[in-house]
């Protein structure tokens, strides 16, 4: 099955400065790579994603990059705020295993002001 | 964006009991739902499909006779942890598959379980 693992785990970064989160994901079938921002005690919540079909997405201070030769793609936080404090996610799945969601542990990310 | 509900958003129950969590597609039909859980300060952890009208489909290490999954209409899955434990307290969230095969999910509030 598939297996995302996902770097680092925990990220400290000054308000304003850039985050990036990296992940790879082991199962060559795997075209669809969500990330997901998660507050204590809530539900995950899509922030961005990119298909297989595309390298790279953006959407204002969030992009996204995806290369499949070397299976691994990362998250970038620009301008970062306080209220990007959370925990993010990235996951991987495909069709063939029935868009299954295999979640990476986890990025803690503070922004300190 | 759909939405998805999850019933009761916490619950406390004693050793030995059944405890019932209930997952919503409101606005649209869910052929497919998923159910993750999640313990404190880790990811989220896929237990089982669940299929419309079908039996569920249950990763490796999860027990199909403790955690019961029914889904029986387009608009409801339930969850039953079947003779809870303590270590069986944990956020257990539901997500609904995309609509028309798409591959977004779209999750539910979770279900916060402690069992005492």
């Known amino acids: 099955g598939e297996n995302v693992e996902q770097h680092p785990s925990t990220l400290s970064v000054q308000e304003g400065d850039s985050a990036v989160i990296k992940c790879t994901y082991s199962?060559?079938?795997?075209?669809?790579f969500p990330w997901y921002k998660q507050e204590l005690g809530k539900r995950p919540q899509l922030i961005i994603d990119i298909r297989s079909n595309v390298g790279e997405k953006k959407d204002q201070r969030i992009a996204v990059t995806l290369n499949k030769t070397a299976k691994h793609f990362s998250l970038h936080i620009t301008e970062t705020q306080p209220e990007d404090s959370a925990v993010y996610f990235c996951?991987?799945?495909?069709?063939?295993?029935?868009?299954?969601?295999?979640f990476g542990g986890g990025t803690r990310v503070l922004v300190k002001p | 964006g759909a939405v998805v509900s999850q019933h009761p958003s916490w619950v406390i129950c004693k050793s030995g009991t059944s405890v019932k969590i209930e997952c919503r597609s409101l606005d649209f039909q869910a052929t497919t739902m998923f159910w993750y859980r999640q313990f404190p300060k880790q990811s989220l952890m896929l237990m089982a499909t669940?299929?419309?009208?079908?039996?569920?489909?249950?990763e490796q290490g999860v027990e199909k006779d403790k955690f019961l999954i029914n889904h029986a209409s387009l608009t409801l899955s339930t969850l039953t942890v079947t003779s809870a434990h303590p270590e069986d307290s944990s956020f257990y969230i539901c997500?609904?598959?995309?609509?028309?095969?798409?591959?977004?999910?779209?999750f539910g509030p979770g279900t916060r379980l402690t069992v005492t």
């Open positions: 199962d060559s079938a795997s075209n669809y």
């Open positions: 669940s299929n419309e009208g079908s039996k569920a489909t249950y």
């Open positions: 997500s609904a598959g995309g609509q028309g095969g798409a591959y977004e999910q779209y």
């Open positions: 996951a991987a799945s495909s069709k063939a295993a029935g868009n299954k969601l295999t």
